[in-house]
């Protein structure tokens, strides 16, 4: 069974302050996604990562899949408020099996 | 465009009480469809997937069922709640052959 893990699990921080956040596995996925979850809503997809080395941008969000595809990491430049939520990584087959969520990150930027 | 639908947003339900709870996809066809529980500010569990009608997998076994009577309807039941399965219920689709997953707005879930 594939797993995903993340760090930090919790992260506070100041508005305009830079964060980066982790996801990593022993397995190789043949592609990442990131989602972003807002209390009491369902995940909203932000990315997804299909090349070892990958590099996308959305706008502040910059998210990286490593060379091995093993690992992703999501560097946020200029924290928001808006940016508060729980941030989950998750990758595995297409059809469902093996798929799997990491147990997330939540942030919190304050004003 | 595509939109899910999930209801009830919330229920509380007694132990030993029945359950069903509705997902629909508007604006594609043959999703692949999925159902997660999320504990309090965890990660997803997936429950059950479904590449088509009457065809669903289980991922964990428990007393939940679920149902794909027709291409965009999933449903999840159960005879008799109990009260580990309180929590916030999740439907999702994908399109075939892609691994990217949309999800519905959630049903929180407490059994008393």
Known sequence: TQLLEQSPQFLSIQEGENLTVYCNSSSVFSSLQWYRQEPGEGPVLLVTVVTGGEVKKLKRLTFQFGDARKDSSLHITAAQPGDTGLYLCAGGGNYGQNFVFGPGTRLSVLP | ?112
């Open chain 2, 1 to 112: 465009s595509q939109t899910i639908h999930q209801w009830p947003a919330t229920l509380v339900q007694p132990v030993g009480s029945p359950l069903s709870l509705e997902c629909t996809v508007e604006g594609t066809s043959n999703p692949n469809l999925y159902w997660y529980r999320q504990a309090a500010g965890r990660g997803l569990q997936l429950l059950f997937y479904s590449v088509g009608i009457g065809q669903i997998s289980s991922e964990v076994p428990q007393n939940l069922s679920a149902s794909r009577p027709q291409d965009r309807q999933f449903i999840l039941s159960s005879k008799k709640l109990l009260l580990s399965d309180s929590g916030f219920y999740l439907c999702a689709w994908s399109l075939r052959g892609l691994s990217e997953q949309y999800f519905g707005p959630g049903t929180r879930l407490t059994v008393t």
